[in-house]
């Protein structure tokens, strides 16, 4: 799987739009761009994935350059629940064999603030 | 859809003694399943791919002795931590994927927060 570079931290006003950087400049044809968060003491939650199209979905959109070595993960109305650890992961989508693990980097550490 | 269904939430226990957790995929059916380790401040740090009916592979480091894993149906998967010390605290995590539903990606526990005295 492709490394992956965040900032470790990050604020946000809230009710402003996050937007989280990722870069995998190393990136593959076949890989994924895969964005997770980890609210404090809990499991980490699937947020959206892309392959080189910008996507939406009811939490957020992921914004993927066209050279694919970058994307931006972008909260629209960020609340103080979205306070969490923000995980970009690159990796190839196995539709078949789910027998691989997601590996997790350090992730964005994002604080809403009131 | 794909929920995970970890238990217990937390737990503590004296040194020395065991301690199993459970993994459920409650609506679906996982072959496969993960069991991660989270120390305070850090990242997850996966420690086991659980196989249905078959011996789990464990990461480099990780005691296979000491880290029971048992996966035998298809929805789930235990990882029992024997003579659990101290060192052992910590937050552990199991995840699974529904595969007929990849948009979901991969799905998560909730986490169990173990605590060794």
């Known amino acids: 799987d492709a490394k992956t570079t965040q900032p470790p931290s990050m604020d946000c006003a809230e009710g402003r739009a996050a937007n989280l950087p990722c870069n995998h400049s190393t990136i593959s044809g076949n890989e994924y761009v895969y964005w997770y968060r980890q609210i404090h003491s809990q499991g980490p939650q699937y947020i959206i994935h892309?392959?080189?199209n910008n996507e939406t979905n009811e939490m957020a959109s992921l914004i993927i350059t066209e050279d694919r070595k970058s994307s931006t993960l972008i909260l629209p109305h960020a609340t103080l629940r979205d306070t969490a650890v923000y995980y970009c992961i690159v990796r190839v989508e196995y539709i078949i064999n789910s027998g691989y693990a997601l590996n997790f980097g350090k992730g964005t550490s994002l604080l809403v603030t009131p | 859809g794909a929920v995970v269904s970890q238990h217990p939430s937390r737990v503590i226990c004296k040194s020395g003694t065991s301690v199993k957790i459970e993994c459920r995929s409650l609506d679906f059916q996982a072959t496969t399943m993960f069991w991660y380790r989270q120390f305070p401040k850090q990242s997850l740090m996966l420690m086991a791919t659980?196989?249905?009916?078959?011996?789990?592979?464990?990461e480099q480091g990780v005691e296979k002795d000491k880290f029971l894993i048992n996966h035998a149906s298809l929805t789930l998967s235990t990882l029992t931590v024997t003579s659990a010390h101290p060192e052992d605290s910590s937050f552990y995590i199991c995840s699974a994927r529904d595969q007929g539903r990849s948009s979901y990606g991969y799905t998560f526990g909730s986490g169990t927060r173990l605590t060794v005295v």
């Open positions: 659980s196989n249905e009916g078959s011996k789990a592979t464990y």
């Open positions: 892309g392959l080189k």
